[in-house]
């Protein structure tokens, strides 16, 4: 492992117990009000036709199915990663349901994910998980770097990701293939768009 993918590997760990303590510690009536709807001027940013891809939030992970349901009700095509097995590479697949996610099962990596039935489609604004950002658009992901290859395939395709605030950094290490995001929400903040 060289030094720079060492680094990321401990910060991912440092940043997950951070990022997790953080989630633990809100009032459960304070978490469902979090995320319910994208602040306006990143509405402005986004084409009343765009397909919108989301993702299936882990228990820390900043929620994305209010934004889902959002999105749905404004009209927009929905759309959910989707992994055949752990070597494919990410696709995104159609989401119907993102009121009762009725449409949904596990995938190779446990994350619900949409039936392998479900038509193919490519997000025009991809809202992207995270383990930590920085104020000028850098991510630091789950490390297997399924979004920043999606990203590079896709460069037209609007990157916006959703975080905690306290996965704020001041800096984070970066490699030429890691892409940088267009934004970032937060309960508090909406850095860029860059």
Known sequence: MDSNAEQKHA?????????????????????????????????????????????????????????????????????????????????????????????????PYGMMQPAAKAAVVVPDVLFVPLISFTADGRR??????????????????RAIGLAWDVQLCEDLPHEAHDIRLDAIVTPTCLYGPF
């Open 11 to 107: 910060l991912r760990r440092q940043l997950r117990a951070r990022r997790r303590e953080h989630v633990l510690d809100l009032p459960e009536s304070i978490h469902g009000l979090l995320f319910r709807r994208p602040p306006a001027p990143l509405l402005d940013l986004i084409p009343r036709d765009a397909v919108i891809g989301l993702y299936h939030a882990t228990p820390f992970e900043a929620p994305a199915s209010a934004y889902a349901a959002f999105f749905a009700e404004a009209g927009h095509t929905i759309a959910l990663p989707y992994f055949l097995d752990r070597h494919s590479a990410m696709r995104f697949r159609l989401h119907k349901d993102p009121l009762g996610a009725s449409d949904l099962e596990p995938g």
């Open 140 to 157: 630091l992901g789950q490390g297997g770097g399924h979004y920043d290859r999606w990203l590079a395939e896709h460069p037209a395709a």
